[in-house]
RNA sequence: GGUCUGGUAGCUCAGCUGGAUAGAGCAACGCCCUUCUAAGGCGUGGGUCAAGAGUUCGAAUCUCUUCCGGAUCACCA
């Protein structure tokens, strides 16, 4: 049982004794001190205020007393309106430190043979254009979310499921086909992906031209959409795609070919990895089965056309489209059948989507029509709907142009890292190759700790005019603490100084740093926390408070000069917990932190 | 129009399961390296928590109304 767990339940049993009043403990309201108030830990006392009939200076007092009498740890107390401050025994902040020391998997839970599998699918890509900014806030919020989910004792399963087929695909075939003059990575020394993109701009150009044309001859813009020849000739693509055409299908699986190359060197730059791809020309088929299944057991209808829907409006939705009139299948289609094949791959005991929330929609209807299909964990399934990354002028749009390119935006994070570096001149001992180790480390690390640090359900604003800090809350300050503490603690082992294990817990230590101990011991109710909120931004703010607070008591504090050798082993103890802390918490949301910079 | 969602300092964001005087960073100004890494520390200024009403001992936080943004309601994905 923790000190607040004790702590409640000895207030309940207080206040049932003193007042009569019976509460449940985790009713209580038990929260950390504010800086300016002596204490460590805080009961708040107007609850009980009534039961009382006293004030709430008086009733706080008798709490207090009675706190202090049952349980050792209460070393004093003092009572502020009606705040109950309570300090806790400095015995107690040096053992405690000694735990967390000693535990090399602080914060986190032992993933068990039996634990629960949650599969998390992240990233989905379409193969028509390269990764944006909008994707990375997918790919780290996606890798950080299964560290916290293992951290927490899941198994965890990282899936993509790549959309390499469908109408959009066949659109930048079709100009590449057409205006492409044989271009290939090779000869242009464009990354494929970037490559396949260009063609997709090329693609939306020239609609938009033929559509312009038509309605100049009178014909409406919903018409001119429908009519225009470039996208009659794409849907024909499609429909050879479905139908097996040898040179649609050879065209296709090339510059697929190209993405897939240009994906891996984004997606290895970036830090993320899957355990299993999803492609979706390989579940769509299914889709289309299920979707006949249901078509037979009258979970779904035909039109006059010969298109497929499903009425929703029982559920207080619209029609839903699942086949077209010409038999091709949509996003839907393809998502029932991905969901099937998953569910047959693995024991899933929770299927999470990390998918933006312009999706909550298509989400919704999935898991409806899921449990229509009879399958009894379409409803349970999560759709971890994150916010857009938006630019000042609103959202970002491939066709237009206005994305901020992921490789880019990457390469000028480090490139910016890389300058720094120079100026500050803390390097210049390092071979070449350490230098790009730790200047890509940090790089990444402002440009990771940028996004993750955000409440992620919020839409958030990248002005690609100001470069991402590096001074302040950001990811190398929390890298710069941690390098810090590491190069006193080479230091400290290069002088011979032991400090494994605190003997002396007599030593009288300051606020300060009891205050870092309980902060530490705080580090697993965060990543706990963060498991159930689906939040990275808990881990980084939490990192970030603690760093603050350590950089402080590295400026007042003087570890290796310290005399008393029973208080520097303590300071020593006290740093190498928290550099542990930060790797782990920094480790969690994807980011490395090294050993100097 | 229906549904969902957001509005906190000049800017970017915390705080939101109700608790003490609403916090950080950036930007501005000032101070601190003969001392374990100054990518650091300290200080100053900066707020009608969109507006109004309600619930409460107590509201940025909960409820309602209004205003202003955003998303979605596709034979796009």
């Not at 009980?48 to 007092?61: I, L, N, Y």
């Not at 629960?116 to 950080?144: A, C, D, F, V, W």
């Not at 003087?558 to 918490?585: C, D, M, W, Y």
Request: hydrophobic content about 40%; some cysteine; glycine content about 8%.
């Amino acid at each position: 049982m923790n000190l607040e767990t004790k702590l409640e339940t000895l207030v309940a049993k207080a206040v049932e004794s003193l007042y009569g009043l019976k509460i449940v403990p985790n009713q209580i309201q038990l929260q950390k001190t504010k800086r300016e108030f002596e204490g460590d830990l805080t009961v708040v006392i107007f609850p009980f205020v009534k039961a009382a009939r006293k004030s709430p200076e008086q009733t706080g007092q008798e709490i207090g007393a009675y706190l202090q009498e049952n349980n050792p740890l209460v070393s004093s107390f003092n009572v502020i309106k009606g705040f109950l401050n309570l300090s806790i025994r400095q015995n107690y902040w040096l053992e405690t430190l000694n735990e967390i020391h000693e535990n090399n998997e602080f914060g986190k839970t032992v993933v068990t043979d039996d634990a629960k599998l949650m599969m998390i699918e992240y990233s989905s890509p379409n193969t028509n254009k390269p990764l944006h900014l909008g994707h990375i806030r997918n790919n780290l919020l996606g890798h950080s979310i299964a560290e916290i989910q293992k951290a927490n004792g899941w198994k965890v399963v990282k899936t993509n499921i790549v959309n390499d087929r469908g109408i959009h695909i066949c659109k930048s075939m079709l100009a590449w086909k057409l205006f492409g003059n044989g271009e290939t990575p090779e000869s242009t020394g464009l990354k494929g992906d970037h490559l396949v993109g260009k063609y997709y701009v090329v693609f939306d150009k020239a609609y938009k031209a033929e559509i312009a044309t038509l309605m100049e001859k009178g014909i409406t813009e919903e018409d001119a959409k429908k009519t225009a020849p470039l996208i009659l000739e794409a849907q024909k693509m499609l429909l050879a795609w479905e139908n097996n055409d040898a040179d649609v299908r050879h065209l296709w699986e090339t510059m697929n070919g190209w993405v897939y190359a240009g994906f891996d060197k984004t997606y290895k730059q970036l830090g993320v990895s899957f355990d299993k791809i999803y492609y979706e020309s390989e579940t769509y088929l299914e889709g289309k089965e299920k979707v006949e299944k249901g078509l037979a057991s009258g979970a779904f209808y035909h039109r006059e056309d010969g298109s497929v829907w499903a009425n929703l409006t029982g559920d207080g939705l619209d029609e839903k489209l699942l086949l077209r009139a010409d038999g091709t299948s949509v996003y839907m289609t393809q998502d029932i059948g991905t969901a099937k094949l998953r569910y047959d791959d693995y024991p899933i005991n929770k299927m999470v989507y990390v998918v933006g929330n312009e999706q909550n929609y298509h989400f919704q209807v999935l898991a409806i029509l899921l449990d229509k299909l009879d399958f009894e964990w379409g409803k349970d399934l999560v759709h971890f709907s994150y916010g857009m990354v938006e630019l000042p002028e609103g959202k970002m749009k491939s066709r237009e142009g206005t994305v901020v390119d992921a490789d880019d935006l990457m390469d000028e994070m480090i490139q910016i890292a890389r300058e720094t570096s120079k100026e500050l001149g803390k390097l210049n001992n390092c071979t070449p190759v350490e230098i790009e180790t730790i200047v890509r480390m940090v790089g990444l690390g402002s440009l990771k700790y940028y996004i993750l640090k955000v409440d992620p359900r919020k839409s958030m604003t990248f002005n690609p005019k100001e470069s991402i800090d590096f001074n302040g809350n950001t990811g190398p300050f929390i890298q710069y603490t941690h390098a810090r503490i590491k190069s006193v603690l080479r230091k400290a082992n290069e002088q011979g100084i032991v400090f494994k294990h605190l003997d002396n817990k007599q030593i009288a230590i300051t606020k300060k740093e009891c205050y870092l101990i309980q902060l530490l011991s705080e580090f697993p109710s965060v990543v706990k926390l963060a498991g159930e909120e689906f939040s990275p931004a808990l881990i980084a703010n939490y990192i970030y408070e603690l760093v603050k607070e350590f950089n402080q008591f590295y400026h007042d504090f003087t570890i290796l000069k310290e005399e008393n050798p029973h208080l520097k082993q303590f300071r020593l103890v006290l740093s190498e917990s928290t550099a542990s802390v930060i790797k782990t918490g920094m480790g969690l949301l994807g980011i490395d932190v090294p050993e100097r910079m």
